[in-house]
């Protein structure tokens, strides 16, 4: 108990850095090499994804047709996976003593994968129609209507199938797998005192190093990854099946089998829930559409004529970027002679400080440099004022 | 005669740079014209239009310095002696002859050894006390004599304004 405590006050000390949005991927592509390498690859990805399309289909018809538990079953669907680009490997041995199992949360397809390993019963968490839910095998458990539907139907449907184990994802989304796990939802360990952790892993070979699932994205986008490149290996290792033990409580069994796994997968248990997970996607969605907005709405910014559009303009980036010298900025539009241009500059730090903003320094002889002293003086004179005005006024 | 006022100019010019009188400065707009000039004033401080940054144009005549300059805020300032499309009506920049509001007194106007550096030192103590005997501008002088408040914060937005400051709420 007390080194269950100290393990468990140790990962969450080592959380205090770790944000939501460290757990996910936010970019399918996140180096230049792949990038350029995926531009380079569309074509094709695009060709073997129809090819892909159509194989895909037959294998849901096997799927559908052959019966769940046949061994058959398990082995054309393996096969045909392979095809389909999606590589299922396995490590460690199911133990059939334990009706459920609880996985992390890599992929739109982590199912299928330990579906294909050992055929287990899905619940469906959502609202779907039941033909489609029948077709991918899921079960209705009633998760729509409340926690206690949904492990009282575990519980009936484990007593009927006694053939089958139960697949639980007890983050509730899709991480990256790479930094931390979400908090486990307690719902699979109330249904079952004998669970078996099942750690997926899934990676692609490099330079097709897209990301499987980003924050925020849809099932069929991620699908389309998985058909588009070529392969993708889905690693499923079962752990050794763990026990709640008398004196344990419900929370504290969750925990201990989350850090079982987490070490596995070698990373930690973050103290977010899916609550955060959902929250942080919604955030991001939001700043997406503004970024979006901005953009469009900062499209028309002409070409700046004169010297007067630019001393005017430079004063209004300086309303939104006070941190900025005036004379920077304005040096920067000159170049840019944009708007647009030089706000971006700007936000990338690629604008030009020189150490002489700011100072007026000596007034040369020569009358044709005159102008430019005129030029640094006024936004010199500008900004000495703007800060005694701000004094005065704080 | 414009080849007098070119070097008188550029007479006034040098003295403008290389020594700048405090708050004041100014250069022509573009080295080819030299008829054509743009200065900056600070306001006065202790005034409601303290620490503001004015920008203005100044127009010279050909036959400067014999006939005064005109000059004009670009920035909307709102007081009794200037006009509303930013002409500034002061003595200073009145020859002896005319005089528009029958007040000045002719001490006070245009003759060849006034200079720029004197007009836009006259600029700013207008700035500071504005003279609403003669208002170029009625309801900016009706304004500054019946609600000081109202008139004070037109002008701190001014001066927000150019100072690249956002408005303020109030």
């Known amino acids: 108990m007390a080194s269950l405590e100290a393990a468990s006050a140790a990962t969450s000390s080592s959380n205090e850095e770790v944000r939501i949005e460290d757990l996910f991927h936010h970019k399918r592509n996140e180096d230049v090499i792949t990038k350029l390498f995926t531009a380079v690859y569309a074509p094709f990805g695009f060709i073997i994804f129809l090819i892909r399309v159509f194989l895909g289909f037959h294998t849901f018809l096997v799927a559908c047709l052959l019966r769940k538990s046949a061994a058959l079953r398990m082995h054309a669907l393996r096969m045909m996976c392979s095809i389909l680009g999606i590589v299922v490997e396995k490590t460690g041995e199911r133990d059939e003593t334990a009706r459920v199992l609880c996985a992390n949360h890599v992929s739109v397809l982590d199912h299928l994968a330990i579906d294909i390993l050992t055929p287990c019963l899905l619940p469906s968490v959502w609202d779907i129609p039941s033909v489609i839910r029948w077709c991918f095998g899921y079960v209705d458990l009633g998760a729509t209507r409340g926690r206690d539907h949904l492990v009282n139907g575990a519980k009936q449907l484990l007593a009927k199938e006694s053939a089958m184990p139960l697949l639980a994802f007890p983050e509730g989304i899709i991480t990256s797998g790479e930094k931390a796990l979400i908090k486990f939802n307690t719902w699979c360990f109330e249904v079952s005192s004998v669970v078996q952790p099942v750690s997926v892993r899934v990676w692609r070979p490099y330079p097709w190093k897209v990301a499987v699932s980003v924050l925020g994205a849809t099932w069929w986008s991620d699908l389309f990854y998985f058909f588009a490149l070529p392969f993708t290996v889905i690693s499923v290792e079962y752990l050794p099946k763990m026990e709640k033990k008398d004196n344990e409580s419900l929370e504290e069994f969750t925990q201990r089998v989350a850090e079982t796994l987490a070490a596995n997968l070698k990373i930690s248990v973050s103290k977010f829930g899916i609550s955060d997970a959902s929250e942080a996607a919604k955030r991001l969605k939001t700043d997406r559409e503004r970024a979006k907005r901005t953009v469009t709405k900062e499209k028309p910014s002409p070409r700046l004529q004169d010297g007067r559009q630019m001393d005017e303009c430079a004063m209004r980036i300086k309303q939104s970027f006070p941190t900025f010298h005036l004379s920077a900025i304005r040096r920067d539009l000159e170049k840019t002679r944009n708007q647009t241009a030089t706000v971006n500059n700007l936000k990338t730090g690629k604008l030009v400080v020189l150490p002489s903003d700011g100072q007026s320094g000596k007034v040369p002889l020569d009358s044709a440099s005159w102008r430019g002293v005129f030029e640094n003086r006024k936004w010199q004179m500008i900004e000495s004022n703007r800060q005694k005005y701000m004094e005065r006024d704080a | ?170």
Not at chain 2, 121 to 133: G, T, Y
Request: proline share 9%.
């Open chain 2, 1 to 170: 005669m414009a080849g007098y006022a070119l070097k008188r100019l550029m007479t006034e010019y040098k003295e403008l740079t290389t020594r700048p009188p405090e708050g004041i400065i100014a250069a022509p707009i573009d080295e080819d014209n030299f008829f054509e000039w743009e200065c900056l004033i600070t306001g006065p401080e202790e005034t409601c239009f303290a620490n503001g940054v004015f920008p203005a144009r100044i127009t010279f005549p050909q036959d400067y310095p014999l006939s005064p300059p005109k000059m004009r805020f670009t920035c909307g300032i709102f007081h009794p002696n200037i006009y509303a499309d930013g002409r500034v009506c002061i003595s200073i920049l009145h020859a002896p002859g005319d005089d528009p509001t029958g007040y000045e007194s002719s001490n006070e106007r245009w003759s060849p050894v006034q200079s720029i550096e004197k007009i836009l030192l006259s600029v700013v103590s207008m700035l500071a006390e504005p003279n609403d005997e003669s208002p170029a501008n009625v309801s900016a002088a009706k304004m500054w004599r019946e609600d000081r408040t109202q008139f004070e914060k037109i002008a701190d937005q001014l001066v927000r304004k150019t100072l690249c400051l956002p408005a303020s709420e109030a």
